[in-house]
């Protein structure tokens, strides 16, 4: 699968809008994801977007409105860069329709999240030559692709608070993992918002809107919301999403394999979101009765995931393996995934659970 | 009980040093909770500072050291006033100990919080004026307090991220709900550090130290750390704690009360802890199959607590409550209170459960 650059390991969900999620074994490759391997998440057609005729408009509630080009960005402010983890809103949404379906929504296993090095501007540095005015409470945020399936039909969008947009982590990247941003993940320019839902790093970014409210496009006001079990889509229904959740996976060996007995190496992520960091991994062979804790790997600083490993040694059988995350305010995973579920099949963050086969 | 001007309806734990939690009915009173009902956890006798003589000095990785009296301290910067609740780390202890005893720790109930306006100075104007060297990344306090249970025997203090430190909710405060700080509560100043366990908020505060590790005293080093169910307390033992977890109460009417049957009112508070908020409560009749969304009531500020409320029909006969919160990244508490148990009993904010009898 040649498309947009991608490997043709990924797992593809819908091909327009392009939606491919990456495989366990390829986000067990390195802590920092092989760009051809980062999954994709879009609601319309990647749109062509020519750089010299781009302008960044900043506009809203500020002192003076700004219309910069690439060439002005780059050259005007302090280039950053930043490994951060992005990780959708919908990861794992698979576990979810397994409990009862959720039609209309894509399938999407536990590939939905990635982890690049990002290169770009400081949000703060844009935001502070535009000068917010003392109304400004949020940041909003405007793509060029159009979303056929928001009503009305709208571009993408997103906004985070004032607050988060002037912390210096937050970034306008053209550059990921060293490389110019591809057109599929955001050229010329995108947002990343490193602790947040994966849908406020919002790609092929050309509008910048200070505001006094949240975001009422569709992507914020409608969807990206956490209905409660028997609630409905609707305009301000459930909770906005904005902070990512605590979360955590099984990377190798695969779900379901067959391994030898004797001592087998358990690899993983554990991302904990929001700005907080990953304080303890643990692993349990007997349901939770016990628990085991696993080693941290490299750190990669504090907006990253960390990959972790453990050694369990399997007598010849059937094992479930069940993995909780712990974050730095002590808060874990939850246990039961059924109690998740959700009319839109967001944030589930269970205890994720694999099966192996020792022989 | 007149001793340190605290209400005779608070739930004495200790008396050297002086540790008594604040009841249900008391906290149900108003959001903010009257000082001379606030929970007191102390580790040493209150010590006796004079005003008159007292200076908090800064010192550490700072281009200039400090040496600031109150006066000072209270011309020299902006007056800031906060309103934000503080919770013990060991807050529902008595939960655990129900599941397996803790020797040696007291069993607080629900009782180890409550919700102050707090006045004093921004901790962010002092450290400006102090000038945090580069290696700089953490800000210690140290109190007058001496206290017997440590090894070695020292005064209590802890630390926070530089980062948090320099964040405008942390404050050096003199004064509680309008009023000069009392004895009991830290006079003549303390910190107070909105989002964090209260143990980070250091009474009798005289000494802070910029540092550029976490603090190395047995409060931070060896206790308030989450151990593993099979741990055992030691130096650098298990996960610091920090950011406060999320949690929830009960707190009208009180658990095993008997009332009418018919529409009855509950009310409670919800705490989101850290830099979140409270997004949902929920309460539930029938073991959670099946949940209503509570009314929050008065937002005190991003730093203070929900107190909710919530009119359900009861038959007569028996009911359990159980009751969630959920916080602003879609995060709820755990189910499972035998699961939180742990050598030390912190962190208890499994879903609160109450028994009402309608007749």
Redesign the interface.
């Known amino acids: 699968m040649a498309r947009y650059g991608k490997r043709d390991d990924l797992i593809v969900h819908e091909l327009e809008p392009f939606n491919v999620e990456t495989c366990s074994a390829a986000l067990a490759e390195d802590a920092v994801t092989a760009t051809d391997a980062f999954y994709v998440r879009g609601h319309g057609a990647v749109p062509e977007v020519d750089p010299r005729e781009w302008h960044l408009r900043v506009h809203g509630l500020v002192e003076r409105e700004l219309t910069l080009s690439l060439s002005t960005l780059r050259e005007a402010f302090r280039e950053r860069t930043e490994t951060a983890t992005l990780q959708c809103a919908g990861n794992r949404r698979a576990g979810l329709i397994a409990i009862r379906d959720i039609p209309g929504e894509a399938p999407w296993g536990a590939g939905a999240t990635g982890t690049a090095t990002w290169t770009g501007v400081a949000l703060a540095d844009v935001l502070a030559l535009a000068g917010p005015l003392p109304r400004a409470a949020h940041v909003g945020f405007e793509g060029a692709d159009l979303c056929p399936e928001a009503r009305p039909q709208q571009r993408f969008g997103g906004s985070v608070p004032l607050d988060k947009a002037c912390r210096p982590e937050v970034l306008l990247a053209w550059a990921m993992n060293g490389e110019p941003l591809t057109p599929v993940h955001g050229a010329p320019l995108r947002v990343v918002v490193p602790g947040y839902i994966g849908a406020r790093s919002v790609k092929w970014l050309d509008r910048i809107e200070v505001r006094s409210t949240p975001w009422q496009g569709y992507f914020q006001h409608v969807v990206y919301r956490?209905l409660?079990?028997?609630g409905s889509v609707g305009p301000g229904e459930g909770?906005p999403?904005?902070?990512?959740?605590?979360n955590s996976d099984v990377l190798s060996p695969p779900d379901g394999s067959t391994v030898d007995a004797g001592p087998v190496e358990l690899r993983g992520y554990a991302f904990a979101?929001?700005?907080?960091h990953v304080?303890?991994v643990?692993v349990s062979l007997d349901g939770?009765a016990?628990?085991v804790?696993a080693e941290l790997l490299d750190d990669h600083g504090r907006w990253a995931w960390r990959h972790w490993r453990v050694s369990v040694d399997l007598a010849p059988g059937e094992h479930e393996v069940v993995v909780r995350a712990?974050d730095?305010?002590?808060?874990?995973q939850?246990?039961?995934e059924a109690?998740l579920w959700n009319p839109k099949g967001?944030?589930n963050?269970a205890r994720p659970r694999i099966r192996l086969h020792a022989v």
């Open positions: 956490l409660p079990e028997d909770m999403l904005g902070l990512v959740a605590l979101g929001g700005e907080r304080a303890r643990d939770g016990s628990w804790q712990w730095s305010s002590a808060a874990t939850p246990e039961d109690a967001y944030v963050n």
